[in-house]
Nanobody, 130 residues
Framework: EAQLVESGGGLVQAGGSLRLSCAASGFTFHDYAIGWFRQAPGKERERVACINNNDGSIYYADSVKGRFTIFNADAGITVYLQMNNVQPDDTAVYYC???????????????????????WGQGTLVAISS
């Protein structure tokens, strides 16, 4: 699994925007799928979005579809999660994860593999006020 650092969280009002960053340490995301998860107080970790650099496929959870966008930048060093029209239910600690995949594995399937990871970082806190 990859060594990753999440950043970009903060406090924002409902309807506003935020951009989260997931940066790789010492490698690029070639042949990796990169996903964003979130965990709110009292809830289990939830899938948010994933981009698979093997085939370019993208997955969004229904709860964020049309509002969030995941994309690569910085020559494969960073994956961003652009969050628009944020809502109070988006309040959570956001985590990113990366796994090596083959060409037959799509973005949604890759997120399933990520749920098996043993180690997660500190994440970045997003707090939405109503």
């Amino acid at each position: 699994e990859a060594q990753l650092v999440e950043s970009g969280g903060g406090l924002v009002q409902a309807g506003g925007s935020l951009r989260l960053s997931c940066a790789a340490s010492g490698f690029t995301f070639h042949d990796y799928a990169i996903g964003w998860f979130r965990q709110a107080p009292g809830k289990e970790r939830e899938r948010v979005a994933c981009i698979n650099n093997n085939d370019g496929s993208i997955y969004y959870a229904d709860s964020v579809k049309g509002r969030f966008t995941i994309f690569n930048a910085d020559a494969g060093i960073t994956v961003y999660l652009q969050m628009n029209n944020v809502q109070p239910d988006d309040t959570a600690v956001y985590y990113c994860a990366a796994v090596l995949t083959d060409r037959e594995t799509g973005a949604e399937q890759a997120m399933g593999i990520m749920t098996l990871l043993d180690t997660w970082g500190q994440g970045t806190l997003v707090a939405i006020s109503s």
